[in-house]
Structures are given as C-alpha cells and as structure tokens.
C-alpha cells in the first residue's frame, strides 16, 4: 500500500493542491494528513483530489469545529494521537507534543516499545525517516516551507515498510 504523508501545510493552498498532485500521480491510496491543517478553506482541495484522507487535529487546527462541520467527501477527521492498520501494519500517527524535543522522544519511545511497526508524526517541520528497532519512523517535514523554508512530503510504502521524502 502506498500512503502520501503530508504535515504542517499551514493554509499554504499551493502546497496543499502541488502535494496532492504528486500523491496522484503516484497513485497512492490514501493520505495521511497529520495536522495543521488550520483553516476549513485548507480542506477544499483536499476533497476535491478524491484521494480517501485522514486528517489529524493539530496543535494550530484554532477552528476545530468549523473544520469538523466543513467535512464532506472521503475525509476522516481524527483527534491525535490515533492508532490504525496502515495495510497490514500496526501504525499509530500523531501531530506533536509540546515542545519539538518532547514530540521527537516521544516518536522514538514508541517506535521502541515494540507495539507498532509504523511511527508518523509531524509539529517538528522537520523531515525524518528513521528505523528504530523494528519500526519505521516518519515525519515528512512541513509542507508550507515557513519554518525552514524546504516544503516537503513523503511516500510511505507499508510493504517494506519505507519511506521517500519529496521536495514540493
């Protein structure tokens, strides 16, 4: 199963449809959107890529419920943390805790505790893709470029499991 891996897009609609894109034109599954998102308006291209997505609550999603009432299509709204099946891999994605630190021990404490074979985590915008044990941990960077000024995304392969960052 392929999964594009989006994070941090920041109302950045560019970002948002120029990912999208490439998540199409690699064909992939589904999207895993792991917060901030931050404003409904941020939604529209994602329902009209008719890729199934999942969307998690960031620490900037500041209109929560508008956003909760502005879904249609095949998106799933998910509070973070959140644990799933990723193909045939047990996955537990979240956005960030706190501090960039703390988001950073707490990715590798779980990729570590042997109960999930996939780690997706974003908050950082910082892109990482690293195996801890028998775990892949992902965070595919910030796909707005505010912070660090790279817009990234990645490809996540559940075969493997694998992942490839990709530049906007």
């Not at 109302?11 to 589904?30: G, N, P, S, T, W």
């Not at 998910?78 to 990723?86: A, F, G, R």
């Not at 892949?136 to 075969?159: K, Y």
């Not at 493997?160 to 906007?168: F, H, N, V, Y």
Request: a negative charge; charged letters at 20%.
């Amino acid at each position: 199963m392929l999964v594009g891996v989006i994070s941090d897009t920041h109302d950045d609609l560019e970002a948002i449809e120029v990912a999208y894109q490439m998540f199409a034109a690699r064909a992939v599954d589904k999207v895993v959107h792991l917060g901030d998102l931050v404003s409904p308006f941020s939604l529209k291209p994602i329902i009209n890529s008719g890729i199934p997505t999942l969307l998690l609550r960031g620490n900037n999603e500041a209109e929560f419920k508008l956003v909760l009432d502005a879904l249609e299509g095949d998106v799933t709204f998910h509070p973070s943390p959140v644990e799933t099946w990723l193909g045939d891999r047990r996955a537990i994605l979240f956005h960030g805790f706190g501090s960039l630190k703390l988001t950073k021990t707490v990715a590798r404490l779980l990729a570590g505790s042997g109960d999930y074979e996939i780690v997706l985590y974003g908050h950082t915008h910082e892109p990482e893709v690293t195996r801890i044990g028998s775990a892949l941990v992902l965070n595919p960077g910030e796909a707005c470029g505010c912070l660090t000024g790279d817009r990234t995304i990645a490809i996540l392969d559940t075969e493997d499991p694998s992942a490839e960052i990709l530049r906007i």
